[in-house]
């Protein structure tokens, strides 16, 4: 199954791609729908907090770009790390308001669709052909966990790079042995996809048998994969103002605040004294 582009000027020229949802750190520029004009990839994690304004700064320069002329900037939603989740949606806010009166557009990319696009690069560069079928992207959640999507891949001769990806069904939680494709699909859930894309090798061993076959694409939700997706979503009405610019979380917080603590500490019960 192949491809051809379209030569529609109706995307983004100047756009800014960032994603720090899992410990990778990932930002790009370049035209939506394209291939990057520039890429940088280091350390994420906590340390995003520190180092990802300043290497947005650099990259634009180096791309001889000012803020104020980038036409949208696009960015990692989730799911992924609080902190990583946290710390773009805060830069990305920030840029997005500062760049002019009135903000840059911001296009919030789901990173389980930004893992199956990076896959879907990789398999292009490998093989020269999509094989069609599903697609399936993973994620490690942590505690045991994985975030799952299925995703559709079809040719797209109205998008710049001839591709079209979209959810079949919302993210989801599951454990390894529960690993299925979502009820969307025309078949059995528990029928494996062509592909599996994610950074989930670590739990390969653990997957349901007729799952353990099928190839695994490693993929993580990079800023050029966000780059090419950014098309689509500007076409589908998909861009924000800066303040609707919000995380995607799809676990529930694994830990509560101080005051949330006391809140449900029975009456009476008094908190330990701390150690000496």
């Given at each position: 199954?192949?491809?051809?582009?379209?030569?529609?000027?109706?995307?983004?020229?100047?756009?800014?791609?960032?994603?720090?949802?899992?410990?990778?750190?990932?930002?790009?520029?370049?035209?939506?729908?394209?291939?990057?004009?520039?890429?940088?990839?280091?350390?994420?994690?906590?340390?995003?907090?520190?180092?990802?304004?300043?290497?947005?700064?650099?990259?634009?320069?180096?791309?001889?770009?000012?803020?104020?002329?980038?036409?949208?900037?696009?960015?990692?939603?989730?799911?992924?790390?609080?902190?990583?989740?946290?710390?773009?949606?805060?830069?990305?806010?920030?840029?997005?308001?500062?760049?002019?009166?009135?903000?840059?557009?911001?296009?919030?990319?789901?990173?389980?669709?930004?893992?199956?696009r990076?896959?879907?690069?990789?398999?292009?560069?490998?093989?020269?052909?999509?094989?069609?079928?599903?697609?399936?992207?993973?994620l490690?959640?942590?505690?045991?966990?994985?975030?799952?999507?299925?995703?559709?891949?079809?040719?797209?001769t109205?998008?710049?790079?001839?591709?079209?990806?979209?959810l079949?069904?919302?993210?989801?939680?599951?454990?390894?042995?529960a690993?299925?494709?979502?009820?969307?699909?025309?078949?059995?859930?528990?029928?494996?996809?062509?592909?599996?894309?994610?950074n989930?090798?670590?739990?390969?061993?653990?997957?349901?048998?007729?799952?353990?076959?099928?190839?695994?694409i490693?993929?993580?939700?990079?800023?050029?994969?966000?780059?090419r997706?950014?098309?689509?979503?500007?076409?589908?009405?998909?861009?924000?103002?800066?303040?609707?610019?919000?995380?995607?979380?799809?676990?529930?917080?694994?830990?509560?605040?101080?005051?949330?603590?006391?809140?449900?500490?029975?009456?009476?019960?008094?908190?330990?004294?701390?150690?000496?």
């Amino acid at each position: 199954m192949t491809a051809s582009p379209s030569s529609s000027p109706a995307w983004p020229n100047k756009v800014l791609a960032l994603d720090t949802s899992t410990d990778r750190l990932s930002i790009a520029v370049g035209a939506a729908g394209q291939a990057a004009l520039l890429h940088h990839e280091a350390e994420g994690g906590a340390q995003a907090s520190a180092t990802l304004l300043p290497a947005i700064l650099d990259m634009l320069d180096a791309a001889g770009w000012r803020l104020d002329e980038l036409e949208a900037i696009a960015f990692g939603c989730g799911p992924g790390t609080f902190t990583g989740l946290r710390t773009a949606c805060a830069v990305v806010q920030g840029l997005a308001v500062a760049g002019r009166p009135g903000g840059i557009p911001v296009i919030p990319v789901h990173g389980l669709l930004a893992v199956a696009r990076a896959a879907l690069d990789r398999w292009l560069a490998q093989h020269g052909d999509w094989p069609g079928g599903r697609l399936s992207a993973a994620l490690d959640a942590r505690m045991d966990e994985m975030y799952v999507a299925d995703v559709a891949v079809t040719p797209a001769t109205d998008m710049p790079d001839g591709w079209r990806l979209a959810l079949v069904q919302d993210a989801r939680l599951c454990t390894p042995p529960a690993l299925a494709t979502a009820d969307g699909w025309p078949v059995s859930p528990a029928t494996p996809p062509t592909l599996l894309a994610g950074n989930v090798s670590g739990y390969a061993s653990r997957w349901p048998t007729a799952w353990q076959t099928v190839p695994l694409i490693p993929a993580w939700p990079d800023a050029q994969a966000l780059l090419r997706l950014s098309a689509a979503l500007w076409a589908a009405g998909a861009a924000v103002p800066a303040a609707a610019a919000q995380p995607l979380y799809v676990r529930d917080k694994v830990a509560l605040t101080t005051e949330e603590r006391e809140r449900l500490r029975p009456p009476g019960h008094m908190p330990p004294a701390p150690k000496p």
